[in-house]
């Protein structure tokens, strides 16, 4: 694990010298997710201006519920998004093929190479956000504690799956399609899962569990509900060992595109 960590610093050090070298673009990333923000919370706001609940929640539960989520989107941003673009560069052009040579786990050099800097710097408008309607709904000192330990579990659960979907890139030519299905994805994850009905929801909760990243965690902080919590966590196991299963199979169906 120290060695993983030593390396993982030298690829946070060297993604932040590279995106610190261009300040257009690293001001305008800034900007994108402060917009991404306001449109996001502003859009329930407008909702609840026209309606006093939305299924069993008011306006301060489902803004915790979105905020909670931004925040799992921001650390997925700041850790994770660049290396699935990555992802699909590297195979299209064999660039893979020298990430496979390291002596390294190979999910660990594609999917945690590239840190998002920019990312960092609109932490405290996320992390505030959720802290002030955490506070609004009068979250106890337990649920507090928890908080932390729900964001891990809501990230691990959206990389999981997003590393399963990306392994369909090893069968493509191009995996833009992919990534977009995966943007569109966490678009879905980011209501609560009352939003849905019938067959969809049943599916959004086992068969690709994307409902489960934030339902699970909020509806146990608001009314001690552990039946998705639980589920939650079964499904991560689970996923963990598809995960080792069809990245194996990915591996060795990968031909290099530099050969």
Not at 20 to 29: A, E, N, Q
Not at 66 to 76: Q, S, V
Not at 92 to 100: A, E, I, K, S, V
Not at 139 to 155: E, N, Q, R
């Amino acid at each position: 694990m120290k060695h993983y960590w030593n390396v993982y610093k030298k690829f946070v050090s060297t993604s932040v010298s590279v995106e610190t070298s261009f300040r257009t673009s690293f001001i305008l990333l800034v900007l994108m997710d402060i917009f991404f923000f306001a449109s996001t919370v502003g859009s329930v706001s407008f909702i609840y201006d026209h309606v006093a609940t939305i299924g069993p929640w008011g306006k301060n539960q489902l803004l915790f519920f979105i905020t909670f989520m931004l925040m799992i989107d921001n650390l997925h941003m700041m850790i994770f998004s660049q290396s699935f673009w990555e992802f699909s560069f590297s195979i299209r052009t064999g660039q893979l093929d020298y990430t496979l040579l390291k002596p390294l786990h190979t999910i660990f050099s594609v999917f945690f190479r590239h840190f998002r800097a920019s990312s960092v710097v609109n932490t405290p408008l996320f992390l505030g956000s959720l802290i002030y309607n955490g506070m609004k709904i009068n979250l106890s000192f337990l649920d507090w504690c928890l908080m932390p330990v729900f964001l891990i579990l809501g990230l691990v659960l959206l990389v999981i799956i997003e590393f399963i979907l990306s392994t369909s890139m090893f069968w493509m030519t191009d995996g833009t399609g992919i990534n977009f299905l995966r943007m569109q994805m966490q678009q879905l994850a980011r209501w609560p899962e009352f939003v849905y009905r019938g067959v969809i929801r049943k599916v959004l909760m086992t068969v690709l569990p994307v409902l489960l990243i934030g339902s699970g965690p909020v509806h146990f902080l608001l009314g001690g509900k552990w039946n998705n919590l639980a589920l939650m966590g079964g499904m991560i196991v689970v996923l963990g060992f598809v995960l080792s299963f069809v990245w194996g199979v990915g591996l060795r169906r990968y031909d290099s595109a530099s050969s």
